[in-house]
């Protein structure tokens, strides 16, 4: 059975590609390279040794899809991962966002809708809870306001989807709510690789361990938190992965429309981060703390009970193999891919 990933040669993608070939499923991807890079599937092929089938596209490209559909009758399901992620650059460019990954979602569903390919998983994120109403945050927790326009198109393409599971009965869509993703591939192959100045903790604390950035900007110590910093749900992106592959299982029952937070249920601040990682790594990370970032929540963790009841998901890593699968990515590729 072949699974269409989006955006399969990014860093969600590409270990989610790498654990549904383990599961023995067949692999195509479709990602326009705009923030990822081919090496990958050298990497993926390493790792599982079978090369995923790729192409380069652009999921806007209505041609490209059509044509993807015919080549390959026997997609069953998809994997919606492609989309621009950086909320800071959504600010300034909010038309961008709109046109990636709000039309390039309608052309996609639309594409498969047209090939009848009726079966998505789509990449969503704890941030369309907005400042969440409750903690842990359970599905049922309300959707929020968010605070930028890459929280508002994932928070538009959940309402989009479920709308076309009402429409048409024959579709099953699955939105996962992630948490915080970070880790690695255990190999130390494959990893987040940012460009620029890395926008999120984890790839900004290898940064610095590395040495490429001399220290860590703390963004605010006077929240409503154990020690006054920021509290997230870190998970490690190898059971995000798996969590994809054990939605696809819930897909075969025809399950509609269902929803799910991936996260481990466990909240850390930032300096807990600071300390697994300086414990997993044997380098210390010099940090400031400067004032809180805009738009930044004190505390975020999930009840992820749900997916443990329904999907048979839990996840395995902690935040020591956390760190020491980030660490071990970025000492052995300082520069990524
Ligand atoms: P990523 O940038 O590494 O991967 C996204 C991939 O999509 C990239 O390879 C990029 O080249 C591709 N892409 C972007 N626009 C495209 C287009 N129009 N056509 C084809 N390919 C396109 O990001 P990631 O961290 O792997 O995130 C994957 C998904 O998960 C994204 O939708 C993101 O919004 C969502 N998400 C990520 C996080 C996180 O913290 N990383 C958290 C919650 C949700
Ligand atoms: C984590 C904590 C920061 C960097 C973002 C998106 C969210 C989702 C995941 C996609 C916070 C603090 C960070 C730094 C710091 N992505 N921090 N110094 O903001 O929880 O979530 O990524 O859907 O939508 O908003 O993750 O890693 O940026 O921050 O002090 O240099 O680390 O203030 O408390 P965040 P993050």
Redesign the pocket.
């Known amino acids: 059975m072949s699974i269409l990933v ?2 399969g ?5 590409s270990h989610t590609v790498v654990e549904l070939q383990n599961a023995g499923f067949e692999a195509i991807i ?7 890079n081919p090496e990958v599937l050298n990497r993926i092929e390493a790792i599982t040794g079978k090369r995923p089938k790729f192409y380069e ?4 490209d209505k041609e490209a899809l059509k044509k993807i559909f015919a080549e390959n009758p026997d997609i069953e399901s998809c994997i919606h ?5 950086a909320v800071g650059e959504s600010v300034s460019k909010p038309l961008e966002y709109y046109n ?1 990954n709000i039309y ?1 979602t309608l052309c996609l569903v639309e594409a498969m809708r047209d090939a009848g390919v009726k079966n998505i998983v789509f ?5 369309i809870y907005g400042d969440p109403a409750f903690i842990p945050i359970t599905e049922k927790c309300p959707k929020g306001v968010c605070t930028n326009p ?1 929280g508002w198109t ?1 928070s538009m393409l959940e309402q989009i989807l479920s709308d076309v599971t009402v429409a048409d009965k024959e579709w099953n869509v699955i939105l996962l709510r ?1 948490f ?2 970070i880790g690695a591939h255990k190999s130390g192959t494959m990893g ?1 690789n940012p460009s620029g100045i890395p926008n ?1 903790l984890m790839p900004y604390i290898t940064q610095v361990a590395v040495g490429k950035r001399d220290h860590l900007n703390v963004f605010g110590n006077d929240y409503d938190t154990h020690d006054g910093t920021g509290v997230r749900d870190y998970i490690h992106v190898v059971d995000l992965a798996i969590g994809h592959v054990k939605a696809l299982n819930k897909i075969k029952e025809n399950c509609g429309l269902k929803i799910y937070n991936l996260g481990t249920g466990h909240g850390y601040s930032v300096l807990d981060i600071v300390k697994a990682f300086e414990e997993a790594s044997g380098v210390k990370i010099p940090y400031e703390i400067t004032p809180r970032r805009p738009g930044d929540i004190a505390t975020c963790y999930a009840d992820a009970s749900l997916a443990k009841k329904e999907l048979g998901w839990e996840a395995q890593y902690g935040i020591k193999e956390m760190c020491e699968d980030s660490w071990r990515w970025q000492k052995n590729n300082p520069e990524g891919y």
């Open positions: 989006t955006g040669t990014g860093y969600i993608g479709i990602d326009n390279l705009s923030n990822s596209a652009d999921i806007r991962f492609a989309g621009l992620k990636n390039g990449s969503s994120s704890a941030t890459y994932k992630y915080n993703p987040e999120n």
